[in-house]
């Protein structure tokens, strides 16, 4: 089974630095899908209230007899539960069906609500408490984590943000592991979009790997956490594998080279979901 390398986060605890994502796996399919992955050998999984399939996680973990200490599960308070984040983070416990999260996300800043220091404050609680093991922020840009700062007693051990090789933010990751924060890559590959160019294809090739493969040992080789989601067993073995991949400096630099500010998902200056 592939060897993933292990992060240790501000606070202590150690995080597998690539995980199995479940975002937009339908909630019937769940189940299925992560036992698979587990099977495949992944022992981090990220999902959130907002996918609506927490509950078909907790069902795979359960069913997988893997003991509990050795499978790392983030999940994500609602933008729509932000005040109240005691009882939201109950429920996502209780369709996981353990009894300790081990990473606690506010899911975006949303911003317009003018909500997410109070409900820092709320998730600072539940980590007291022991009930989360890590707390951290999701889609914070530089302002967010500032005013978060300003009134934390706890820093965010993670923030989970867009980033790809055609979608770096180079200088929000600096200013996040600047504070000490751990950078955690959503949608690592671009949501399928940054494997098929020209730079990549040829270091697949030079290291008879696949696309996926490259990118994801780009973001290895970087030190971003990362997440990548698939429904198809050997894509999700695949996107394992690259956790065998190291990359040179220059070829490192070849897959930097893909910048072309290409964001797949929403800007967290504006977007509220608050639906979610
Ligand atoms: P992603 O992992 O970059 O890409 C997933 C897409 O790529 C799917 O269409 C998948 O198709 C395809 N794919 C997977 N492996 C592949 C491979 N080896 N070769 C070619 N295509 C491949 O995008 P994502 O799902 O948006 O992001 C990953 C995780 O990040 C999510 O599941 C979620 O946990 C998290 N996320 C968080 C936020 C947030 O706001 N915090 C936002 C977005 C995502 P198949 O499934 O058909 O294989």
Do not use: C
């Not at 069913?63 to 729509?80: D, M, Q």
């Not at 932000?82 to 209780?94: P, V």
């Not at 022991?130 to 707390?135: D, E, N, Q």
């Amino acid at each position: 089974m592939v060897s993933v390398p292990h992060l240790t986060l501000n606070n202590g605890v150690s995080i597998p630095q690539l995980g199995f994502g479940v975002f937009q796996v339908p909630r019937g399919q769940t189940q299925r899908v992560v036992e698979d992955a587990m099977e495949a050998g992944y022992r981090h999984i990220d999902t959130a209230a907002a996918y609506g399939n927490e509950a078909g996680v907790g069902a795979a973990i359960a069913a997988s007899g893997i003991p509990r200490e050795e499978i790392f599960i983030t999940t994500k308070l609602r933008n729509g539960e932000q005040g109240t984040a005691a009882e939201a983070f109950e429920a996502s416990r209780r369709a996981l069906g353990v009894d300790v999260i081990d990473l606690y996300l506010i899911h975006w800043p949303v911003p317009s609500q003018g909500l997410f220091v109070n409900a820092w404050q709320a998730l600072e609680k539940i980590h007291a408490a022991g009930r989360a093991r890590a707390i951290g922020v999701s889609n914070f840009l530089a302002n967010h984590l500032e005013t978060l700062l300003a009134a934390a007693d706890v820093v965010p051990a993670v923030n989970q943000i867009e980033l790809h090789p055609t979608f770096q933010q180079a200088v929000l990751s600096a200013t996040t592991r600047a504070h000490g924060i751990a950078v955690e890559a959503y949608s690592p590959l671009g949501q399928g979009a940054d494997v098929a160019a020209g730079a990549v294809t040829a270091l697949a090739k030079k290291h008879g790997a696949t696309p996926a493969q490259i990118v994801l040992a780009w973001h290895l080789g970087i030190g971003n956490i990362v997440i990548p989601k698939s429904v198809d067993g050997r894509r999700m073995r695949e996107n394992l594998g690259a956790a065998e991949i190291s990359l040179g400096r220059d070829e490192m630099e070849a897959v930097t080279a893909r910048e072309r500010g290409a964001r797949v998902g929403a800007d967290p200056a504006e977007a509220a979901f608050t639906q979610m």
